[in-house]
């Protein structure tokens, strides 16, 4: 079993309509949970980064973390077709510490 | 702004080939790593490196090594290239405070023939 399950998708949705993307974890030890955006033929960059258990929001990004469930969620409000892309998350035990990623979930957002 | 920067986009090699992938960031980071993509598995960690000459094995190291001579410059080396070792590999940077990012490189897509 993979330590950071991310269902692949492709997830589907027209525009102005709200993303919802979410990774499981298995390991309680991780504390530090990101989201990193990959479009395509580019590397991932930094999205939202989040410590422990709780919301954060960003603009039209909103991160949810669960750790009694070890659920972590992206939310993506009023999408955009620039929104289309592959989304990753990650975590890590300690801050600065070794990442792991999910698998990625494909999100294509329709004029 | 950060700049990493993948000497190769595409790369052919052939099965039993020395393969060395380059990495250069412009940001005078201490950390650089090697990850590869592969898809349904995410990114996987094969190497970093916290300094100059120092590395370290990530969860993948079997069949790679690398080589950090200069701050700026990370190499990754396949020393004897197989089909198994296709894929995407992203180089990153990042600085030595605890919660910056990681910056990464627009990959190099290797196959083995």
């Known amino acids: 079993q993979k330590e950071v399950e991310q269902d692949p998708g492709p997830l589907s949705v027209p525009e102005g309509a709200i993303v919802s993307l979410n990774c499981t974890y298995s390991n309680s030890a991780f504390q530090y949970f990101m989201w990193y955006r990959q479009y395509s033929r580019k590397g991932p960059e930094l999205l939202m980064y989040t410590y422990s258990s709780g919301n954060k929001e960003d603009g039209r990004f909103t991160a949810q973390v669960d750790k009694s469930s070890k659920y972590i969620s992206l939310f993506i409000r009023d999408s955009q077709p620039s929104d289309s892309a592959t989304y990753l998350c990650?975590?890590?035990?300690?801050?600065?510490?070794?990442?792991?990623f999910g698998g990625g979930t494909r999100v294509l957002v329709k004029p | 702004d950060v700049k990493v920067t993948q000497s190769s986009r595409y790369l052919v090699k052939r099965t039993g080939e020395k393969v060395f992938l380059e990495c250069v960031q412009d940001m005078d980071h201490e950390n650089m790593f090697w990850y590869r993509q592969d898809p349904g598995l995410g990114l996987r960690l094969i190497y970093f490196?916290?300094?100059?000459?120092?590395?370290e094995k990530g969860d993948i190291p079997e069949g790679y090594s690398v080589s950090r001579e200069k701050k700026e410059r990370f190499s990754l080396i396949l020393e004897s290239a197989s089909t198994n070792q296709t894929s995407m590999y992203l180089c990153a940077s990042k600085d030595s405070f605890n919660n910056s990012p990681l910056h990464f490189g627009n990959g190099t897509r290797l196959t083995v023939t």
């Open positions: 990650a975590t890590s035990k300690a801050a600065g510490n070794k990442l792991t």
């Open positions: 490196s916290y300094d100059v000459k120092m590395k």
